[in-house]
């Protein structure tokens, strides 16, 4: 079955960008028909979306974090990533990569990775 | 503060049956499916229901979902101490545009 794996710096300067990487197996992101997301949970807090990429390179962020993000996909590797610039404190969190299916706008996710926490601090 | 309003905890005995509510709005859950996850300590979140009220493959038939109005319920029959985990609801918000969750629920089976 598909599983996700998320990578990257475990600590991050303010300022500086947030880089994640997600590797996929036992599927291929390039078969279609999936959106590939992430999504963060603050310590101690709830589940925030972030973001999806659709094989083709077709994105859509979380209006709220827009400005700050890029999801990006490399289907030779089958991984895509997560680029976050500019963090503060605020941006401490899980962060959890997983496969996003979708019907209309409506999206769930299933399965996930096991989330790495990444913590911004100087 | 969540779009989706969930119960901070809930609590039944073993084998007994519990409910968590999901209440929304128009913009979100009134148009649209929900989906329930599952999250026991220290680990990622699982995917229990979608589509209002479908179970995935390998998720006991213990757990239902449904939907009425702006509201969602996540039943739980057959309460064990397995099951003690924070459960939260998902949907699509129109007005946000964006996927949103629950702030979620904290079941402990005493």
């Known amino acids: 079955q598909v599983q996700l794996q998320e990578s990257g710096p475990g600590l991050v300067k303010p300022s500086q960008t947030l880089s994640l990487t997600c590797t996929v197996s036992?599927?291929?992101?390039?078969?279609?028909?999936?959106?590939w997301s992430w999504i963060r949970q603050h310590p101690g807090k709830g589940l925030e979306w972030i973001g999806y990429?659709?094989?083709?390179?077709?994105?859509y962020y979380n209006p709220s974090l827009k400005s700050r993000v890029t999801i990006s996909v490399d289907t030779s590797k089958n991984q895509f990533s997560l680029k976050l610039s500019s963090v503060t404190a605020a941006d401490t969190a899980v962060y959890y990569c997983?496969?996003?299916?979708?019907?209309?706008?409506?999206?769930?996710?299933?399965?996930w990775g096991q989330g790495t926490l990444v913590t911004v601090s100087s | 503060q969540s779009v989706l309003t969930q119960p901070p905890s809930v609590s039944a005995a073993p084998g007994q049956k519990v409910t968590i509510s999901c209440s929304g709005s128009?913009?979100?859950?009134?148009?649209?499916?929900v989906s329930w996850y599952q999250q026991l300590p220290g680990t990622a979140p699982k995917l229990l229901i979608y589509?209002?009220?479908k179970r995935p493959s390998g998720i006991p038939d213990r757990f239902s979902g449904s939907k009425s109005g702006t509201s969602a319920t996540l039943g739980i029959t057959g309460l064990q101490t397995g099951d003690e985990a924070d459960y939260y609801c998902?949907?699509?918000?129109?007005?946000?545009?964006?996927?949103?969750f629950g702030g979620g629920t904290q079941l402990t089976v005493l």
């Open positions: 997983a496969r996003g299916h979708r019907k209309g706008n409506y999206n769930w996710f299933d399965p």
């Open positions: 036992g599927g291929s992101i390039s078969s279609g028909g999936y959106y």
């Open positions: 990429i659709y094989y083709s390179g077709s994105t």
């Open positions: 128009s913009s979100n859950i009134g148009n649209n499916y």
């Open positions: 589509d209002n009220n």
């Open positions: 998902g949907t699509w918000d129109s007005s946000l545009s964006a996927a949103v």
